[in-house]
């Protein structure tokens, strides 16, 4: 039994530079709005277990609608002020129509997070969308 746990051990000891680069890769991209305009379009794709973060600052008490269009596997949640991802509650997400609409309960930076369900993530399957962000 101990060759067979020496063998094992060395396999894994090799595999591990390649499993540590196989990290999820995040992209943090900022919403402008243009000038006099209250919201704004942004393309972008996912693949495989990446994610892109899109921020944006509003204040408490606004409405702010997401709507995402493109690859059916895309799919997004929004998180208030100081809740990170896999940490906190999202405040809402895709729906059947591919859009939320919610009343904001801070002032600050909100995340609106885009990524793709697991089984097309583990196919390494990509995801190009169209993100629009709405704040009134």
Known sequence: MAPFRSIL?????????????????VTTTPVQFAKG?????LRGTVAGYDT???TVGARAGQT???????SANASFNVYAPGVVPGQG?????TDETRRWTGTLPASG???????QMRAQARRGEKAPHTLTVAIH
């Open 9 to 25: 051990l060395t396999a894994l000891l090799a595999l591990a530079p390649t499993l540590a680069g196989a990290a999820d890769k």
């Open 37 to 41: 305009t209250s919201s704004a379009t």
């Open 52 to 54: 892109v973060r899109y």
């Open 64 to 70: 702010m609608t997401v709507t995402l269009a493109g």
């Open 89 to 93: 509650e999202a405040l809402g997400s």
């Open 109 to 115: 930076t909100y995340l609106v997070q885009v990524y």
